[in-house]
């Protein structure tokens, strides 16, 4: 069995995304991993951090990133599709430049890669979600997350990412554009690898936040450019009032304990729970999404009601072991 790592990155360190933690967390357990590099700026350093890691295992090949063909975001899929494309493993494992794998869940992940590679009918590996909001010790557990998402896809040419890169669907002789088309698309079934992404995302200094959702609104524009980047105005992020949010009491994947120690922002963050006067900002504030969150909690287990998913779950297929609900409690 082989399995193949791919991603894709534009910026990465620039953005200060953890592209040196990500890449390491996966290269344990796959072959090769794959990185489809766009054109960077020129003070853009990711492709010499990715080189300093001096792994054979890594295969890096350029290309140029075009918004006008692939508009609101589906830039991201089709850079996905690059990487995808020339994996040559049986399963692909996806980890974008934010997410990061632990240490503890490797074994559990090349065990259902083993497990599951000669039933045909399994398209996927799911993986639970953690993400991180404003500091290492806060992870949102909101409606408005997704807690489940796809990460490891069966080499199957005819599986594509779609939309934002966030997932992948099945569509039968895809026209290399239409990443944002929802007709004509199938869902991948899938089965729980038992694992989990930390997903670092939302985990920055609040001005160079302030930079990677200014690059977030561009690649998203239906007509990006020149114009749309002169009027969008640079500011520090407001994460809102943290204690809010839940603690996270478990561990962190140990390749991220460097990155964590330098976080030196904290005096720039709100402990506490409400700002009075302070409007919702953010999804995960607004009252609607706290009271599907509050129901979910409360008489579902942690279920996510009404989501939508790019998948269905292979009928009879085990669930994976319920963590202790304890080690993420309310700040």
């Known amino acids: 069995m082989k399995i193949s790592g791919f991603t894709f990155l534009r910026n990465g360190a620039k953005l200060h995304y953890p592209i040196v933690e990500s890449i390491r967390s996966a290269l344990p357990i796959v072959d090769e991993f794959v990185i489809a590099l766009g054109d960077s700026d020129p003070d853009d350093d990711t492709r010499e951090k990715i080189e300093a890691l001096g792994s054979d295992k890594i295969v890096i090949f350029d290309t140029v990133w075009d918004l006008e063909r692939f508009p609101n975001g589906t830039e991201y899929a089709h850079q996905t599709d690059l990487a995808k494309e020339r994996c040559t493993g049986d399963w692909l494992l996806y980890v974008q430049g934010d997410e990061v794998l632990h240490e503890d869940d490797l074994p ?105 959702v200014k690059s977030f609104n561009a690649h998203h524009e239906s007509s990006p450019g020149a114009e749309r980047e002169q009027v969008m105005v640079e500011k520090p992020f407001d994460y809102g009032p943290l204690g809010a949010i839940p603690r996270f009491e478990e561990t962190h994947p140990a390749i991220m304990k460097e990155r964590i120690a330098e976080l030196d922002w904290s005096a720039d963050l709100d402990q506490s729970t409400r700002i009075a006067g302070r409007k919702p900002v953010h999804p995960h504030e607004r009252t609607k999404y706290r009271a599907i969150t509050w129901l979910e909690r409360t008489f579902f287990g942690g279920r996510h009601l009404f989501a939508s998913r790019n998948y269905v779950m292979l009928p009879g297929a085990p669930l994976p072991r319920k963590r202790n609900a304890a080690t993420q409690r309310e700040a």
């Open 108 to 212: 559990t992940i090349v065990a259902s890669c083993e497990r599951w590679l000669d039933h045909p009918e399994v398209d996927a590996l799911l993986f639970d979600y953690l993400h991180f909001w404003g500091d290492y010790d806060h992870a949102l557990d909101s409606h408005r997350w997704y807690k489940q998402e796809m990460r490891i896809v069966r080499n199957d040419p005819s599986i594509h990412s779609i939309r934002d890169a966030q997932s992948f669907r099945r569509i039968q002789d895809f026209d290399g554009l239409s990443y944002g088309v929802k007709e004509g698309t199938e869902k991948l079934v899938a089965v729980h690898s038992g694992a989990r992404i930390f997903h670092y995302g939302w985990v920055r200094p609040p001005a160079r936040m302030g930079s990677k």
